[in-house]
């Protein structure tokens, strides 16, 4: 894909069990970020990750980034049924491109 | 939540007809982006604009053109839409340079008959 891949596409877990994405991407970057998207809305922005930076954390999450591989992961520990929604990486400067997304749920 | 505003939210519409998609934003940020998104593609950026009159093409643009004569509005519009055209389109805006955080609208469900 021109625009990079996210994997898995689609990720199915229980409650209270952690959730890692997978994240590749092309070019060299400034950023890297993440959003998430509920069904029926727009993307809402999680976390952005300096290119100079290897981890980052808020909350829940916890964000690695390698340059040298050009790849991203984010991981969702203690997940609620509320965390179900598609998550997208997305990178660039003047020309923000996205990953393909996963879509996570989680069952109560 | 940003305050973003599409309009319309859902459209159905003719192959060939003329198609103006709005978003409206009461944040005053400068940056103010058109995306598509398909299945299977993520988000893919139509075009952006960095000021009132300052518009530049993104990764896709063929059949699309914006204008921004406003801050607070951005428009997106397709001068002979076609069934490729059909699609879910978002609006985001942003404070500063492109490579930060965006906030997003609710989306406009396009249909092209």
């Known amino acids: 894909s021109q625009q990079g891949e996210e994997d898995p596409q689609a990720l199915s877990i229980q409650e209270g069990e952690n959730a890692t994405m997978n994240c590749s991407y092309k070019t060299s970057i400034n950023n890297l970020q993440w959003y998430r998207q509920n069904s029926g809305r727009g993307l809402v922005h999680l976390i952005l990750i300096r290119s100079n930076e290897r981890e980052k954390h808020s909350g829940r999450l916890r964000v690695t980034l390698d340059t040298s591989k050009k790849s991203s992961s984010l991981l969702i520990t203690a997940s609620r049924a509320a965390d179900t929604a598609s998550y997208f990486c997305a990178w660039g400067n003047n020309d923000m491109r996205f990953g393909a997304g996963t879509r996570l749920t989680v069952k109560p | ?113």
Not at chain 2, 33 to 44: F, M, N, T, V
Not at chain 2, 61 to 78: M, P
């Open chain 2, 1 to 113: 939540d940003a305050g973003i505003t599409q309009s319309p939210r859902h459209k159905v519409t003719e192959t060939g007809t003329p198609v103006t998609l709005r978003c409206h934003q009461t944040e005053n940020h400068r940056y103010m982006y058109w995306y598509r998104q398909d299945p299977g593609h993520g988000l893919r950026l139509i075009h952006y604009s960095y000021g009132v009159k300052d518009t530049d093409k993104g990764e896709v643009s063929d059949g699309y053109s914006v204008s921004r004569s406003k801050t607070e509005d951005f428009l997106l519009t397709l001068e002979s839409a076609t069934s490729s055209q059909t699609s879910v389109y978002f609006c985001a805006i942003s404070e500063s340079q492109t490579n930060q955080p965006q906030h997003f609208g609710d989306g406009t469900r396009l249909s092209i008959l």
